[in-house]
């Protein structure tokens, strides 16, 4: 039931969708036009009497045809007989490919056909052998924890006397002398490099600092005097 409309209703309204109006109880229509209720969906099946006699008594089998079928050419035989010409480079062989035409065989029936498979013992079994049962008893009496045991002390034995004859087998200690043997002394910086009449007011300087402290070396030499040991006062001991 649709909603009352006013004014004239024409036919062209009812395909247009933004002015057909939703029945009650019922979608939206779109406006498309839809076949007579007699009117069937699909493709219509022909079916052949007859069963399944009838088909498998016309069994057709496929065929490969090869009429009007241009055999392919084969490159690789062409690039074969090439080399074989001492044809190298690849301008070579595209006029030796030019020039020569090789073509290949074309597919038969036989070429699809599976090789035999080898031939099977008629006593052979398939599959995989089941492993022996793990006898009850065994496990009852806990005899698979005790040899993991065993294993076990037995590896703690062995990594045991392994150390004991590393700690044995020990380095020996390095020494000073051995240190030094080593070591490698540090080579010497290069001196930077100076100018002669620089090195001479070296020589000058020194010489002028040695005369400013004369005096205080002639004191402490006279202070030394008393303190050293021997007759002469000069650090010798001397027989009278």
């Given at each position: 039931?649709?909603?009352?409309?006013?004014?004239?209703?024409?036919?062209?309204?009812?395909?247009r969708?933004?002015?057909?109006k939703p029945a009650l109880g019922k979608t939206k229509s779109r406006g498309l036009s839809y076949p007579g209720p007699d009117f069937v969906f699909g493709t219509a099946t022909t079916v052949q009497?007859?069963?399944?006699?009838?088909?498998?008594?016309s069994w057709h089998s496929h065929t490969m045809s090869t009429r009007n079928r241009e055999a392919e050419r084969d490159f690789i035989?062409?690039?074969?007989?090439?080399?074989?010409?001492?044809?190298?480079?690849?301008k070579e062989l595209h006029q030796y490919r030019a020039t020569h035409d090789i073509r290949r065989q074309p597919l038969?029936?036989?070429?699809?056909?599976?090789?035999?498979?080898?031939?099977?013992?008629?006593?052979?079994?398939?599959?995989?052998?089941?492993?022996?049962?793990?006898?009850?008893s065994e496990l009852m009496e806990y005899k698979y924890a005790?040899?993991?045991?065993?294993?076990?002390?037995?590896?703690?034995?062995?990594?045991?006397a392994h150390r004991h004859k590393k700690a044995q087998l020990g380095r020996i200690q390095d020494t000073r002398t051995t240190m030094l043997r080593k070591s490698r002394?540090?080579?010497?910086?290069?001196?930077?490099w100076k100018m002669p009449r620089f090195q001479q007011l070296m020589e000058r300087e020194r010489s002028v600092n040695l005369i400013k402290?004369?005096?205080?070396?002639?004191?402490?030499c006279q202070v030394a005097v008393p303190i050293a040991p021997g007759g002469t006062s000069s650090g010798h001991l001397s027989r009278s």
């Open positions: 039931m649709e909603s009352p409309r006013v004014g004239v209703v024409r036919e062209s309204m009812l395909h969708p933004l002015l057909i009497d007859g069963g399944v006699p009838e088909a498998i008594s035989a062409l690039n074969r007989e090439g080399v074989k010409s001492g044809l190298v480079t690849a038969t029936r036989e070429g699809f056909r599976r090789s035999a498979p080898a031939r099977i013992p008629p006593d052979a079994s398939f599959g995989i052998t089941n492993r022996a049962s793990t006898p009850i005790q040899k993991w045991l065993e294993e076990q002390h037995a590896k703690d034995k062995i990594l045991q002394p540090l080579p010497e910086p290069p001196s930077m402290d004369l005096p205080l070396l002639i004191t402490a």
